[in-house]
């Protein structure tokens, strides 16, 4: 068993390797990259559902999956089980989608406490501060309940320091058309991070942008991003839907 795994895993590393060294919608990175779906297909421990959308659920993981296969980084020992782990983090809210048809994103970052204009506190805008609410308990559980909210601060801040140094680029080139200045490296400083927020009306003025593409760009670009950052920081969101 464990030479299977590491035939396994050498095999989608070299998979991996092979597609990051060719350009973007390039042949030969696509024809590389139906090979690599092909074997993480056929992986076992991929987040099933019965909601008869859930292949809708999974072609749009695979559609991300494709467009941010350089973004992965092995969290553990066995390459095959941080991408099985990775995948299914990106997934788990695909399906979580398909339960609200009347909201085209569902994140835990996204539950506003104001509304859906004001931009007020959000889960996001609190990790770093009070991580998720749960009750006090005591002896081991609550000694594992501490621990619990210290790694999601730590999830928190660590998010919080990506966002602020975009190393790569990867949120201020994010953008809709023709509207740079309305980027999600300045949109998460200034709707995430910033205490009070602003509010989308006010940043839409200020940015000479539309309102309803403002909102548009931030909950299905953004939003989606910032998960998948807060994924690869460690963040898992709770396997029971």
């Known amino acids: 068993m464990g030479s299977e795994l590491t035939a396994m895993d050498e095999q989608l590393r070299e998979l991996i390797a092979e597609v990051c060294r060719y350009p973007d919608r390039s042949p030969e990175r696509q024809k590389v990259l139906n090979r690599l779906l092909i074997q993480i297909q056929h992986l076992p421990g991929l987040r099933k559902s019965n909601h008869p959308d859930y292949f809708d659920a999974l072609n749009r993981t695979w559609e991300w999956l494709s467009q941010n296969i350089q973004n992965f980084q092995p969290r553990s020992p066995s390459l095959q089980v941080s991408l099985v782990k990775w995948i299914n983090g990106y997934l788990y809210w695909r399906i979580k989608d398909l339960y609200a048809p009347d909201r085209r994103v569902i994140l835990s970052f996204d539950e506003s406490v104001g509304g859906d204009e004001t931009g007020l506190t959000t889960y996001l805008e609190q990790l770093s501060e009070t991580g998720f609410g749960t009750p006090s308990l005591s002896g081991i559980d609550g000694y594992i309940e501490q621990l619990q909210r210290q790694e999601t601060q730590r999830i928190g801040l ?13 949120l201020h080139k994010c953008h809709p058309k023709a509207y740079s200045q309305c980027n ?29 593409v403002l909102v548009a760009h931030w909950k299905r670009k953004c939003l989606p991003l910032l998960q998948e950052i807060a994924i690869s920081l460690g963040y898992e969101p709770d396997r029971e839907l």
């Open 184 to 212: 999600c490296l300045l949109l998460s400083k200034r709707l995430s991070f910033k205490h009070p927020p602003d509010k989308f009306t006010q940043l839409a003025r200020e940015l000479d942008v539309n309102y309803q």
């Open 158 to 170: 660590e998010l919080k320091r990506y966002i602020e140094e975009d190393k790569a680029g990867t």
